[in-house]
């Protein structure tokens, strides 16, 4: 992991195209700004933890079951 400091108003790069940009900060509270391009999926980390669980969930023995179901 790399960790960086910033402040207000500052930003990181990452690759060419995903630009990371402090907009505000209040107590231990950060905003931030991510600018990347429409194909680039961004997630919350509790969000992006259920839909792994929903896709795991979904292609196990059951979800498995199901789709050979639909395709006969």
């Given at each position: 992991?790399?960790?960086?400091?910033?402040?207000?108003n500052?930003?990181?790069?990452?690759?060419?195209?995903?630009?990371?940009?402090?907009?505000?900060?209040?107590?231990?509270?950060?905003?931030?700004?991510?600018?990347?391009?429409?194909?680039?999926?961004?997630?919350?980390?509790?969000?992006?933890?259920?839909?792994?669980?929903?896709?795991?969930?979904?292609?196990?023995?059951?979800?498995?079951?199901?789709l050979?179901?639909?395709?006969?």
């Open positions: 992991m790399l960790a960086l400091s910033r402040k207000k500052e930003a990181i790069m990452i690759n060419n195209n995903i630009e990371l940009t402090i907009l505000d900060i209040r107590g231990e509270q950060v905003k931030l700004g991510i600018s990347a391009p429409k194909e680039i999926p961004i997630y919350r980390k509790e969000v992006y933890l259920e839909i792994q669980k929903a896709n795991q969930e979904a292609t196990g023995a059951e979800g498995m079951a199901a050979k179901d639909l395709l006969g």
